[in-house]
């Protein structure tokens, strides 16, 4: 049986479009957290303002309502942070796949 050469690598591994690919889909996931997160949230204003009209009284800080509304804002906040740093290494990767593919034209 003969067997095959390996083929030769350019030295990444694993490939840059499979880890574009991986940081594309990471940061598809990140834009839909951050977008239900934000809904949410919306959500949760919109109960607190309705509750406020409805009883006439102010909700105060010990209520539910606030806790929920502080929450989803941590939520969001770490959402939109993941989401920025998913497109910052997502650009990096880019840029050096062009640089890669430059050098092998050369």
Do not use: N, Y
């Amino acid at each position: 049986a003969r067997v095959a050469a390996p083929r030769p690598t350019t030295g990444s591994s694993p490939s840059r479009s499979v880890m574009v690919k991986v940081l594309s889909a990471a940061l598809q996931d990140a834009d839909q957290v951050t977008a239900m997160k934000t809904e949410e949230l919306a959500a949760a204003r919109a109960m607190l303002a309705h509750r406020t009209q409805m009883s006439g009284v102010p909700i105060s800080a010990d209520s539910p309502a606030p806790g929920v509304v502080a929450r989803l804002q941590a939520e969001l906040a770490e959402a939109a942070e993941e989401r920025r740093s998913l497109r910052q290494q997502l650009q990096s990767l880019r840029e050096r796949l062009k640089e890669v593919q430059q050098q092998l034209v050369e």
